[in-house]
């Protein structure tokens, strides 16, 4: 799968700069980090659904698309595979691979600062 994630990866890459009336990667990485998180939330979402429902096929496209968005993620906000590989390989090590690190609690701030995903003003309705 790495190899796919970092060919995906560099194509993401190379789409960038695109014109984003013909490359949908070149339009979501124009549209902002929240719209890119918010379009990953959404397809994580979709697999959870399907999931539930017992569609495989269903979960294997979307999980496709969950990957794609993820990698368009990673692209703005500067983190490459092999950055991720290099946590998965340490996290291993530690734990084994099926195994997730425990969150260590901090005295400083224990919670994850929220932050609004998209921005939109509210229209009042007359």
């Not at 379009?39 to 697999?47: G, M, Q, R, S, T």
């Amino acid at each position: 799968m790495g190899d796919s994630v970092e060919r995906l990866y560099d194509g993401v890459i190379a789409a960038r700069h695109g014109d984003p009336t013909r490359s949908r990667t070149a339009r979501l990485l124009r549209s902002g980090r929240a719209k890119m998180a918010k379009k990953l939330a959404e397809e994580a979402v979709e697999v959870v659904i399907d999931a539930m429902n017992g569609s495989r096929d269903a979960v294997i496209k979307e999980s496709a698309d969950l990957i794609y968005n993820l990698v368009v993620l990673w692209v703005s906000s500067g983190v490459q595979p092999k950055d991720v590989w290099k946590e998965m390989e340490r996290r291993e090590r530690l734990f084994g691979i099926a195994e997730k690190l425990l969150k260590e609690p901090t005295d400083a701030d224990p919670r994850r600062k929220v932050v609004t995903l998209e921005s939109r003003r509210l229209r009042k309705r007359r």
